[in-house]
T-cell receptor, first 115, second 117 residues
Framework: QQQVKQSPQSLIVQKGGIPIINCAYENTAFDYFPWYQQFPGKGPALLIAIRPDVSEKKEGRFTISFNKSAKQFSLHIMDSQPGDSATYFC??????????????FGQGTILTVHP | GAVVSQHPSRVICKSGTSVKIECRSL??????MFWYRQFPKQSLMLMAT?????????EQGVEKDKFLINHASLTLSTLTVTSAHPEDSSFYIC?????????????FGSGTQLSVL
């Protein structure tokens, strides 16, 4: 019940394309859903996060879509660039009390954006 | 912005030795820090929650005698891999939370690549 399932495992798009990465969760206690970007040999960096009271959130070229009833959320990257080539992780957490910051990560998606 | 510093970034050691990894919150006090482990091309797996002034809470399957965590101050948590073996080779990442901060409250270190020969 603690798992977060992420797909696809890898994704290749052309510059300007819109890669979409999907995640699904089971634990209904999760109420915080961040997306992280990780480059090789580096720690993850927060891209964007959403709470379940909204269905969509945009920050720059990144958009999260959230479907509470389906327990699914996805990341869309608009106008993708070669510099966006990285591994992307979705995660989930329960912000209540001592659990804040304890993240369950998805399996990761390796994104390659060709010039 | 908030910064979490992790040191060293890379360490190579011989089998049987112990290695200490430091995680520091540079501009805030972190009563709670988290330690993750990441194998190549895999996800981050939470190992333990480090609490200032008290014992760490380990996730199921993580050997607490193998991975010693000390959180002796509000800005420093250390992870010591004791009697390291090649199977302990991995990327270790810490994170720290700042509940008093407006906006994003969770920050990650840059990770430590441990290679055990």
């Amino acid at each position: 019940q603690q798992q977060v399932k992420q797909s696809p495992q890898s994704l290749i798009v052309q510059k300007g394309g819109i890669p979409i990465i999907n995640c699904a969760y089971e634990n209904t206690a999760f109420d915080y859903f961040p997306w992280y970007q990780q480059f090789p040999g580096k720690g993850p960096a927060l891209l964007i996060a959403i709470r379940p009271d909204v269905s969509e959130k945009k920050e720059g070229r990144f958009t999260i879509s959230f479907n509470k009833s389906a327990k699914q959320f996805s990341l869309h990257i608009m106008d993708s660039q070669p510099g966006d080539s990285a591994t992307y992780f979705c995660a989930a957490s329960n912000l209540g009390g001592t659990s804040y910051g304890k993240l369950t990560f998805g399996q990761g998606t390796i994104l390659t954006v060709h010039p | 912005g908030a910064v979490v510093s992790q040191h060293p970034s890379r360490v190579i050691c011989k089998s049987g030795t112990s290695v200490k990894i430091e995680c520091r919150s540079l501009d805030f006090q972190a009563t709670t820090m988290f330690w993750y482990r990441q194998f190549p091309k895999q996800s981050l797996m939470l190992m333990a929650t480090s609490n200032e002034g008290s014992k760490a809470t380990y996730e199921q399957g993580v050997e607490k005698d193998k991975f010693l965590i000390n959180h002796a101050s509000l800005t420093l948590s250390t992870l010591t891999v004791t009697s390291a073996h090649p199977e302990d080779s991995s990327f270790y990442i810490c994170s720290a939370r700042d509940l008093d901060r407006v906006g994003e409250k969770l920050f990650f270190g840059s990770g430590t690549q441990l290679s055990v020969l």
